[in-house]
């Protein structure tokens, strides 16, 4: 499988949110990071630092129902053991999220104490909430805000402004527009934004999307694929074991040719919403 796949998505809007992140991250105590656990280094936006400086930082892995729990204990670990504090949530059913506010007030405890000791109990504690494009950001404030206080959707690229969320209880968040980066420097990143969807599926090529994911699911989770497909394994090129799926589920155009963009749609289709398992596409960095 030759094909490759260069990835490259960055609207226009992107480039106003820069600025508009850069210019309110002075007005938050905090910033909390939105990251898909099934992919944690691919879905962290690198330009991060520079734009939100030395505020405290919450690393929010969510979707961990459908990542590999073995996995992400050890981003778990990895990321504590890089300053950054971390929850572990599911936006969608709930899970992990009612713990937020807790969490920033630990997180925020010195500033509290500040505050306090100089007679200013009860202050407002504002919180900056980031993330790349479909990481669930939306779902995870709406969670924690117990109501529909952002647009939530399964295409990328739908919050475009700022928007502050008042939870009742002396925290504010600041919901931003997902953000990606101009260029994609390792080509798995850009690969790995498409597969779950980060990225416009319209600018790609989805068969070749298709390909390179099974290719890497098969590297990966080869029992995984052979239960959900019930296809043989012994290849190494994407677009064979994409045809043998195909095969197997009847996806015929006229004339008996195979149909490999259906299949390429159902297999994201079914690894986006984790009917092949709890997988996860990247592990941490050696020590």
Not at 27 to 35: G, S, T
Not at 123 to 147: H, T, Y
Not at 234 to 253: M, P, Q, T, V, Y
Request: net charge positive.
């Amino acid at each position: 499988m030759n094909e490759q796949l260069n990835i490259q998505w960055f609207p226009g809007h992107m480039v106003k949110a820069r600025r508009m992140i850069t210019e309110n991250s002075r007005l938050c105590d905090a910033v909390c990071e939105v990251i898909d656990a099934r992919i944690p280094y691919s879905s962290r936006n690198p330009e991060v630092p520079q734009l939100v400086g030395d505020k405290p930082r919450l690393i929010i892995m969510n979707r961990v129902d459908q990542a590999d729990p073995t996995v992400t204990a050890k981003w778990r670990e990895y990321f504590k053991s890089a300053g950054f504090y971390v929850m572990e949530t599911d936006a969608k059913s709930g899970k992990g999220t009612s713990s937020f506010q807790n969490t920033i007030r630990g997180i925020l405890k010195d500033k509290i104490k500040y505050y306090s000791d100089r007679g200013q109990t009860g202050r407002l504690l504002r919180v900056m909430i980031l993330g790349i494009p479909n990481v669930g950001k939306s779902s995870f404030i709406n969670r924690v805000a117990k109501r529909r206080a952002a647009e939530a959707s399964d295409r990328p690229g739908v919050t475009r402004g700022k928007q502050w969320i008042n939870l009742g209880s002396g925290i504010e968040m600041m919901d931003t527009p997902g953000l990606l980066w101009p260029k994609f420097e390792d080509k798995l990143v850009g690969e790995h934004l498409a597969f779950t969807g980060a990225v416009r599926d319209e600018i790609l090529d989805t068969e070749t999307l298709g390909a390179h994911l099974i290719k890497t699911l098969v590297q990966l989770y080869p029992n995984a694929v052979e239960a959900r497909y019930k296809i043989s394994l012994d290849s190494e090129d994407g677009f064979e074991l994409l045809s043998r799926a195909a095969r197997k589920r009847g996806f015929l155009i006229s004339g008996g040719e195979l149909d490999l963009e259906r299949m390429s749609n159902v297999l994201l289709d079914e690894f986006r919403v984790g009917k092949l398992g709890r997988l996860t596409l990247e592990v941490p960095p050696e020590e």
